[in-house]
């Protein structure tokens, strides 16, 4: 999946841009509410690995998903094991989507 460059959310621009690694302890990415940027690490902090593909694909996706809900005001936008399994489906359904 090419990862765009950006996007809109409720006609709102996000952009999106990668860097080499993601501070604190392990985040693969991150999106900024009032900036309306998600960041993407291609690279762990803490083992040095570089991230696969899919695994970019699914931290995308992880992040888009927290900023939707946000953006809809719903009470599990921060609710990390709700939206990590929401983004994998999400992810498997765009990977495997016949066009």
Do not use: C
Not at 17 to 35: E, I, S
């Amino acid at each position: 999946m090419h990862i765009p460059k950006s996007f809109k959310l409720g006609s709102q621009p996000y952009k999106v841009r990668f860097t080499p690694v993601m501070p604190g302890r392990g985040h693969m990415g991150a999106v900024d509410y009032n900036l309306r940027q998600i960041t993407i690490a291609r690279t762990s902090n803490l083992t040095g690995r570089s991230f696969k593909s899919e695994e970019i694909d699914d931290t995308f996706w992880h992040e888009v998903t927290h900023a939707i809900l946000k953006d809809m005001g719903h009470k599990l936008w921060d609710n990390e094991r709700f939206v990590t399994r929401f983004a994998r489906r999400l992810t498997e359904v765009v990977n495997t989507a016949k066009l």
